[in-house]
């Protein structure tokens, strides 16, 4: 898919090829956002395929202890992902997954253990990709708006995202960013965690959300969605007017449609390659 | 101490409707994470002494016997006697058989988990002597007949106004109409009523924040001066001490020491740092006659050697509990025994088992937190994985979570399966939310739907759209087409 949107070549003539991990929630809940980490990646010069075979990184399962349905699905990961220069996915959650925890997993594997290890050290969560990887120096977009940043908690900790999505958001036309003094406080959702402790989670979630509303910013964003869905889902029942987008959808100008549960989502735009 | 472990849901559920609970923890959440951070911004080699006291420590847990017996051998040098604890019963009764020796009829108490760990109160109580704690938290809740919610500050939970009404219900010979509206007030009042309690008391009771092998020095921390009074009036001071305190020497006390503090509460260095070692000696001017050090095991060698004995690296700061969103949610007494907060969902399990604790390591969101301001970076969510597995493995994870992760198994390592369910289930989702955007109640997720709204999914998965804009390509194809 060599088009005119992405003319770039990097190195030796040969194109970076990346797969990209849609991760499951984006997969079932909000195809935009893959469609958008498409855009980034391919105006960054890669060449981007998305592997049929892939499902979930597993994190499921390993974070209820059940190792043996972790190890099966992370096998098919690893599998799926063979043979690309990078793997990328939107979201810090999954890729700490991949480069932290499926290595740990198989550590024992007499065959799986350096494939493993290989996946874990070629994947990337989007924003810090294209930052560090890249070297993309900001986006190109626009969006009208005073927009705050949650730092999800495996980015942040386990990959140490933190200033790529601000350097890149930096080029946003009409975006201002005021800092949420709570950044680095988890949401509440947690994985499983925000149904098997429904309200422990929704205490967490109700402080995040008035932290937010206390910034005065209207748009709220983060990277991963499972944290996006929580923290919208919980704004939307508290009847606050503030939208919530993936970054990659503002970054890949994208701001237009509609945020994280309003109506009005339409794809058919995505299925001829128009967006962007 | 009789855990509630179990109960964790319903004391969390009790914990957030508590309004008194809510309040105190509102405050201290700022309060300790605020100092640590500015103690540490000012400290340039904060995370470089952070390595070093992690390799002090790995260092000592991998020859802990010889630094025991190093220290035991120093200890009976300086006069004082060792007693080795296999466990609580066996600590609780060398406490009882001293008392008895000495004839004793008042302890007074330093701050100890230790103690706590062991339920040394109750027994003291019921074998007929009086117990005063004398730390100011402590004298609270023991006045409240609570445990302690927090390991370094146990009256956390407690707000002012609530202490001035214990106080005024416990102290019955002062004045009714006194002024307990200031926090200074408060203290006053405590002090002068322990004061006395110092003085009649016969047997001193500490804990130890390190065991220094090569001199048998015992030291504790204390911002109160409560622990001195404690260990230097009596005529007996026993120190009660888990065997993983010991550390080689006090160069390897004073380097851990300087990240204690910080990480605690952000002070430099606590207000008193007190090192004893033996009894009283010809030309000392006090101090106790009898010294003796209680080393506690109770389930701590069969952690070594394990993929829990990082945790015996532990220096007790509270770090981890005053960064954790869930204790900073619900408070320590939810966790149900001793040790609450990251530390505790690792302990309970380690010391009770996985059937009585195993709800605590379950109760993290994983956001990793605890263990990015641990100072002995101890790698907190990764031994609460651990647990998880081993209540897995044993079959304790709740019925309903195996079969959905049966189910869930099943379907995600099978490509082409988990699209078709995906496919249908979100595209019968997406149909029903579409005019909304969203759900306000969905009837197989109403732990969700209850307090937030479900965003509707599209109706189509992204790798339905993407094969309509493209067709699916692998890195093969890819590299087929460069080649082109
Ligand atoms: S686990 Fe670490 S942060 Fe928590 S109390 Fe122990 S030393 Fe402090």
């Known amino acids: 898919m060599v088009d005119k949107n992405s003319p770039t070549i990097v190195s030796e003539n040969k194109p970076i090829t990346v797969g990209l991990f849609v991760t499951c929630l984006v997969d079932l809940f909000r195809p935009r956002i893959g469609f958008a980490a498409v855009e980034l990646l391919e105006r960054a010069g890669c060449q981007v395929a998305v592997p049929k075979a892939q499902t979930c990184c597993g994190q499921p399962a390993y974070n209820s202890g059940d190792n043996a349905h972790a190890r099966a699905v992370a096998a098919n990961l690893i599998d799926a992902f063979d043979g690309f220069d990078y793997v990328v996915a939107p979201s810090g959650s999954c890729a700490g997954m991949i480069r932290e925890h499926i290595p740990e997993l198989f550590a024992d594997d007499p065959i799986l253990a350096d494939k493993a290890v290989a996946l874990g050290r070629k994947t990337h969560e989007l924003t810090s990709f294209l930052v560090d990887v890249m070297g993309m120096p900001t986006a190109v977009a626009a969006y009208q708006g005073t927009v705050t940043y949650h730092d999800s908690c495996s980015g942040l900790r386990e990959l140490g995202v933190k200033d790529q999505p601000r350097r890149l958001l930096k080029g946003v036309d009409g975006l201002t960013l005021t800092e949420l003094p709570s950044s680095e406080v988890c949401c509440g959702f947690g994985g499983t965690f925000c149904v098997k402790y429904p309200e422990i989670s929704n205490k967490m979630v109700s402080e995040k959300t008035s932290a937010i509303a206390d910034t005065g910013a209207d748009t709220l964003l983060a990277g991963d969605l499972g944290c996006l869905l929580n923290m919208a889902g919980k704004m939307s029942r508290e009847g606050r007017p503030i939208r919530a987008f993936h970054v990659a959808e503002i970054l890949a100008g994208m701001g237009d449609g509609p945020a994280i549960g309003e109506a009005g989502e339409d794809l058919s735009a995505f299925a001829d390659g128009q967006e962007g | ?484």
């Open chain 2, 1 to 484: 101490m009789q855990s509630t472990s179990k109960n964790f849901k319903a004391n969390s559920t009790k914990a957030l409707a508590d309004p008194n609970l809510q309040q105190a923890l509102g405050k201290m959440k700022v309060g300790f994470v605020e100092k640590r951070a500015k103690a540490r911004a000012a400290l340039p080699e904060f995370d470089a002494l952070r390595d070093q006291a992690r390799d002090i420590k790995n260092h000592t847990l991998a020859n802990i016997d010889y630094y025991l017996e190093t220290y035991e051998a120093a200890v009976q040098k300086s006069g004082g006697v060792v007693h080795w604890a296999r466990d609580a019963a066996e600590a609780r009764q060398v406490v009882l058989d001293i008392c008895a020796e000495e004839k004793a009829k008042s302890v007074t108490k330093g701050k100890s988990m230790v103690s706590e760990e062991i339920a040394l109160n109750a027994a003291l109580e019921a074998a007929g002597y009086e117990v005063v704690e004398t730390d100011l938290g402590e004298y609270i809740i023991q006045i409240r007949g609570e445990a302690p919610s927090h390991i370094i500050a146990p009256a956390v939970h407690v707000l002012k106004e609530q202490v001035a009404d214990d106080f005024r219900k416990k102290h019955l010979h002062l004045d009714p109409k006194r002024s307990l509206m200031e926090r200074k007030e408060l203290i006053s009042e405590a002090r002068g009523v322990l004061r006395q309690k110092y003085l009649d008391s016969d047997v001193g009771i500490t804990g130890a924040n390190f065991l220094i092998a090569e001199t048998g020095t015992s030291v504790i921390v204390t911002n109160e001066g409560n622990g001195d009074l404690t260990q230097t009036l009596p005529r007996v001071h026993i120190v009660i001490a888990s065997m993983e305190k010991i550390v080689p020497t006090l160069d390897d006390a004073s380097a851990i020491l300087r990240v204690l503090a910080r990480s605690a509460t952000g002070q430099e260095f606590s207000a008193y740092t007190t090192f004893s070692t033996g009894p009283k000696k010809a030309a000392d001017p006090d101090g106790p006659e009898a010294y003796h050090v209680i080393l506690l095991d109770n389930g701590r060698t069969e952690m070594l050697g394990t993929e829990f004995e990082d945790m015996l690296r532990c220096i007790r700061c509270g770090a981890c509990m005053n960064h954790c969103p869930v204790y900073g949610s619900v408070g320590g007494h939810a966790y149900g025994w001793v040790y609450p907060g990251p530390m505790g969902a690792v302990l309970t399990p380690s010391f009770i088992g996985v059937a009585e604790g195993g709800h605590l390591p379950n109760a993290s969101t994983f956001c990793g937190r605890c263990q990015d301001v641990c100072p002995m970076r101890i790698p907190l969510p990764k031994m609460m994985r651990a647990y998880r597995r081993k209540e897995f493995e044993a079959g304790l994870a709740p019925p309903a979570a195996r079969f959905g992760l049966d189910i869930w198994g099943f379907v995600a390592k099978r490509p082409s399966l988990y699209r078709l369910a995906t496919r249908m289930a979100i595209g019968l989702m997406g149909w029903r939310g579409r005019k909304e955007g969203r759900f306000k109640s969905l009837p197989l997720a109403s732990g969700w739907t209850d307090h937030r709204d479900m965003a509707a999914p599209a109706g189509k998965t992204f790798q339905d759209m993407w094969d309509k804009r493209q067709g699916a390509r692998s890195a093969k194809d890819l590299e087929r087409e460069a080649a082109r």
